[in-house]
Structure formats: C-alpha cells, structure tokens
Nanobody, 126 residues
C-alpha cells in the first residue's frame, strides 16, 4: 500500500524559512516523479513544484520561483520542499503527490498524479 506522509508544516512569520518533508513507502520511490501542491482556504489546489525520478529535472510555479526548492533523496525515500522568504500568501495545506514516470518526466497537473499524502498545514503570519 502506497503511503505518502508529509511533515514540517507549522506557523511561521513572513520572511522565514521552512522545510517540508514527504516520506514515501509502499512504492519504488526512484520510479516515481513527485510533486508538491498546495491549497489555500476557499481556493482550488494549485501546483507548487515537481521533480523527476532522479531529481535531474525540476519545475516550479511562478509564484514560488526564486524562493522554493524541490529536492529528493531516493536513498531515504523522501521528498523535500525548502521554502524561503515566506509570504502570507504561501499559507495553505501542502500536499505531496507521486506518479509512476519515465526518466525525465515530471507533471504539473494534479490530475496526473496517482497517489497523495494527507497534507501538512503551513501558516505564514505578516
């Protein structure tokens, strides 16, 4: 059974940094492209970042470029999202997602992902 468990969400002040983790089990992690999505209250889930199986290809939403970094450690079956220069508009539940993929593929649409975690809350105060 595939499980994705996010952690690291908390209440932060604007300008701070935070790293989210997503621990994966029940799958061959290195065979899956991974993504981070977020959903703010009253809004639809939106793409934040994606990474290919090996980590060689990455994509970031325009809203987080220059502030967020996505990475993965295939030896630890873990996905990360490093979030710097946090803004109040980054407040959301952050979800990690996984999809079986070929070597350089990555995906930016939520509908393309097969597995999802339960989410972790990030709140940024001004």
């Amino acid at each position: 059974q595939v499980q994705l468990v996010e952690s690291g969400g908390t209440l932060m002040q604007a300008g701070g940094s935070l790293r989210l983790s997503c621990a994966a089990s029940g799958l061959t992690f290195s065979s899956y492209a991974m993504g981070w999505f977020r959903q703010a209250p009253g809004k639809e889930r939106e793409f934040a970042a994606a990474i290919s199986r090996s980590g060689g290809t990455r994509s970031l939403a325009d809203s987080v470029k220059g502030r967020f970094t996505i990475s993965r450690d295939n030896a630890k079956n873990t996905l990360y999202l490093q979030m710097n220069s946090l803004k109040p508009e980054d407040t959301a539940v952050y979800y990690c997602a996984a999809v079986l993929a070929s070597a350089r593929q990555l995906f930016t649409a939520a509908s393309q992902y097969a597995y999802w975690g339960q989410g972790t809350q990030v709140t940024v105060s001004s």
